[in-house]
């Protein structure tokens, strides 16, 4: 059950962008770089944007560690593949960072010269 946690997460987050991507840039909520943080539009581009990777890695995560949970493989020796789908889900959440930074400077090239 403690493996479902990680992909729910994401979801509620995932979701939460999705609904409420026109918060005014602040320090507490939302997709947080100096990139998204640049001007409102951006700030809105970027949130819905990561909101949308949240709730697709939530998703996954969630049907992966369903799909392994009645698996005894270990990965590495170290961990059962339940307990590498949020890791892995993890390291995905993270190299979305400066995927959703560049897709913004894509798309609004005039706000980053």
């Not at 994401?10 to 979701?15: D, E, F, P, S, V």
């Not at 409102?40 to 799909?67: D, M, P, R």
Request: glycine share 4%; aromatic share 14%; with cysteine.
């Amino acid at each position: 059950m403690v493996n479902y946690i990680f992909p729910a997460v994401c979801l509620i987050a995932g979701i939460l962008l999705l609904i409420k991507p026109d918060v005014k840039i602040n320090s507490v909520y939302g997709f947080r770089t100096k990139t998204s943080s640049v001007n409102e539009q951006t700030w809105k581009y970027c949130n819905t944007l990561c909101g949308k990777i949240l709730v697709f890695i939530g998703v996954i995560s969630a049907i992966l560690v369903f799909a392994v949970s009645f698996s005894e493989i270990k990965v590495f020796g170290l961990f059962s593949l339940v307990e590498a789908v949020p890791i892995i889900a993890a390291a995905a959440l993270l190299l979305s960072i400066p995927f959703i930074n560049h897709r913004c400077k894509k798309k609004y090239p005039e706000f980053y010269k």
